[in-house]
């Protein structure tokens, strides 16, 4: 398997433990290196795997029935780093209806014994448009 269809397989495998709310799956997909940082939309950022899996693990607890799509995704890769940017589409179903955002995200890996694991993921809300609502 060429190098930027294993970080494309890593990538996938960050948003399966997202929308299975697999905190085991999401510790896995995350290096163990103290210096990992993480910026959720809207939160300020956080360092340390400690906090970012804390973080994850309140947001699955509290994220319902959300669903999480990547597209637009672009791999660019270097000599043991590779960086993916997507638009995350987030659907969640609640009372009144499915509510539908989108966020862009940058996610950072880092090739460590032959694995690729992520060291920074940054995702920003997009502004919504007419247009983009049929997407």
């Known amino acids: 398997m060429k190098n930027e269809e294993l970080i ?3 990538n996938e495998s960050f948003y399966k433990a997202f929308n299975t ?5 999401m ?3 995350w290096s163990s290196h103290e210096k ?8 300020e950022p956080l360092s340390g795997l400690e906090s970012i899996i804390d973080s994850w693990q309140g947001i699955f607890k509290n994220s ?13 890769t270097s000599e043991g780093l590779a960086w993916v940017s997507c638009v995350e589409k987030l659907y969640t ?7 539908a955002s989108k966020v862009f995200s940058t996610n950072l890996f880092q090739l460590n014994e032959g694995s690729w ?3 920074m993921h940054h995702a920003s809300p ?6 983009s609502e049929e997407d």
């Open 8 to 10: 494309v397989a890593a």
């Open 21 to 25: 709310r697999d905190l085991d799956a």
């Open 27 to 29: 510790k896995r997909v």
């Open 36 to 43: 990992v940082t993480c910026v959720h939309p809207g939160w």
């Open 64 to 76: 319902g029935n959300m669903d999480i799509q990547a597209t637009d995704i672009s791999v660019t």
């Open 93 to 99: 179903i609640a009372t009144h209806g499915v509510l």
């Open 117 to 119: 694991e992520m060291i």
């Open 126 to 131: 997009l502004p919504s448009s007419p247009e």
